[in-house]
């Protein structure tokens, strides 16, 4: 019963064709001009542009929200979805004058009494500046991580130069749930957008969305 697919990390070319024929909406997320020209390629029915600014796994090309998305926006003829650093009103008004038809926010919806994220984690990230998040495992795939210990772990391989497997092996399996959702804040992967700076309550989603509605222009 899906109706709308959300893919990432990867060819935008993998599951769209298979889905369009099952004629399902296809959305895949790009960070740079190029894949959103191979997405609409591709066919799938929208982007989602993702500035840098962004939590969890990244692009690698490290284009900001601001740059990014009136360049996709002029290069595509389908529908985009701005993405990374949007956590008000305010960045939602920016990216619609850029172009964008959307935005996506997700840090600020982790920050909601209905997020499946630990209480831990949520007080944790309450009290976090933008300057504690660091683009981390660049070799691997990219993700903005808050600042804990493992973040630091990785750092420290990182500036060894480290190896690929390296730091496969040091990840392991299970690291993001271990974090966000079981509430190590030591060993976790404690992934979150710059925007959790500006954060510093936790709403129901309900009073959000109304906060949000009453102030987009």
Do not use: W
């Given at each position: 019963g899906i109706k709308v697919f959300i893919t990432s990390a990867g060819s935008p070319k993998i599951y769209t064709k298979?889905?369009?024929?099952?004629?399902?909406?296809?959305?895949?997320?790009?960070?740079?001009?190029?894949?959103?020209l191979k997405c609409e390629a591709a066919g799938v029915d929208a982007v989602i542009a993702e500035g840098f600014e962004a939590g969890g796994h990244n692009g690698r090309d490290e284009i900001t929200t601001l740059v990014l998305i009136p360049q996709v926006v002029d290069a595509l003829k389908i529908p985009v979805i701005a993405a990374g650093g949007i956590g008000d009103a305010r960045a939602i008004n920016a990216v619609m004058c850029l172009g964008?038809?959307?935005?996506?926010?997700?840090?600020?919806?982790?920050?909601?009494?209905?997020s499946s994220a630990h209480a831990?984690?949520?007080n944790l990230l309450l009290k976090s500046k933008s300057g504690d998040t660091f683009l981390r495992l660049k070799k691997h795939v990219p993700v903005r991580l808050l600042n804990n210990q493992f973040?630091?772990?990785?750092?420290?391989?990182?500036?060894?130069?480290?190896?690929?497997?390296?730091?496969?092996?040091h990840l392991g399996k299970g690291r993001a749930r271990l974090g966000m959702l079981e509430g190590d804040m030591d060993q976790g992967e404690l992934e979150v957008g710059?925007?959790?700076?500006?954060?510093?309550?936790?709403?129901?989603?309900?009073?959000l969305i109304s906060n949000l509605k009453g102030k987009i222009k």
């Open positions: 298979e889905l369009k024929e099952l004629k399902k909406i296809v959305i895949h997320v790009t960070s740079s001009v190029e894949l959103a964008a038809q959307a935005a996506q926010l997700g840090t600020r919806f982790m920050l909601t009494q209905e831990n984690y949520k973040a630091k772990e990785i750092a420290e391989m990182e500036s060894r130069c480290c190896t690929v497997e390296e730091l496969e092996k710059q925007i959790v700076g500006l954060l510093n309550d936790l709403p129901t989603c309900k009073e």
